[in-house]
């Protein structure tokens, strides 16, 4: 064979080679895509079961509050009673301040007035209770002096209390002159403290009303 004959040989293969390439790519598959991933199904809604936790988050609740009310009325109860106890008793202690006199003197102090006048509402809002006055005295003078100074300033006290409106028979009056000092001391502090008249409630005062109640 000749050269232009092998030369168009190789021509025509280089044809053929072209061609079944052109031919293999148009039949080349298409990319597919992927397959979506697969929906999960709806889980059954079990109504039955969420009525019983909406029943028992409403039981919970419920008790909680139960709980909660029944602190409150415990502690306003509490204080109720605290409240009641403390008036009683700021009205006991009225009832019985005592009051101070100056050295062999009988006379009402302006203090010793201002003390007595608080316990005027107080006997009258309760008619029942009366009460007892003890005078007492320091320990200078005699023994005989001071029972009758101290019965002048239990006399004192009671007479200032019955001119405003107090009966007489509802207090009673007693004297311990120098004998029942609460200061065992010897100087103007004790002496000074020991010169008093003390108030005790001896009927009606086991519950105290209220001035106005």
Same mark, same amino acid.
């Given at each position: 064979?000749?050269a232009?004959p ?5 021509s ?7 061609s079944a390439?052109l #031919?293999?790519a148009?039949h +080349?598959?298409?990319e597919?895509?992927p397959?979506?991933?697969p929906?999960?199904?709806?889980t %059954? ?18 008790? =909680? ?10 502690v306003r109860? =509490?204080? @109720?009673e =605290?409240?009641a106890?403390g008036?009683q008793t700021g *009205?006991?202690n009225?009832?019985? %301040? ?9 006379? *009402?102090r ?6 007595l006048?608080a316990?005027v &509402?107080v *006997?009258?809002?309760? &008619? ?5 006055i ?5 320990e ?7 029972? %009758?100074l101290?019965?002048r300033?239990a006399?004192?006290a +009671? ?6 409106? #107090?009966a007489?028979?509802?207090i009673?009056?007693?004297s ?18 020991n010169?008093r008249d @003390?108030f005790e409630?001896?009927?009606g005062g086991?519950? *105290? ?5």
């Amino acid at each position: 064979m000749t050269a232009q004959p092998r030369a168009a040989g190789r021509s025509v293969s280089v044809v053929l080679l072209a061609s079944a390439m052109l #031919v293999g790519a148009c039949h +080349k598959k298409p990319e597919v895509a992927p397959a979506p991933a697969p929906v999960p199904q709806a889980t %059954a809604v079990d109504s039955t079961a969420i009525r019983d936790s909406i029943a028992r988050a409403q039981a919970a609740r419920d008790a =909680a509050l139960a709980r909660q009310r029944a602190y409150d009325d415990s502690v306003r109860r =509490a204080n @109720e009673e =605290a409240a009641a106890a403390g008036a009683q008793t700021g *009205l006991r202690n009225t009832v019985t %301040a005592v009051i101070h006199f100056d050295f062999d003197k009988s006379d *009402l102090r302006d203090d010793s007035r201002a003390t007595l006048d608080a316990k005027v &509402p107080v *006997l009258a809002a309760n &008619p029942d209770v009366t009460i007892r006055i003890a005078g007492h005295t320091d320990e200078r003078g005699s023994v005989e002096y001071n029972i %009758a100074l101290g019965q002048r300033r239990a006399a004192a006290a +009671k007479r200032y209390l019955t001119e405003r409106g #107090v009966a007489a028979t509802r207090i009673e009056t007693i004297s311990y002159g120098e004998g029942r000092p609460v200061s065992d001391g010897h100087d103007e502090s004790a002496w000074a403290q020991n010169r008093r008249d @003390e108030f005790e409630i001896t009927a009606g005062g086991t519950h *105290l009303n209220k001035p106005g109640s």
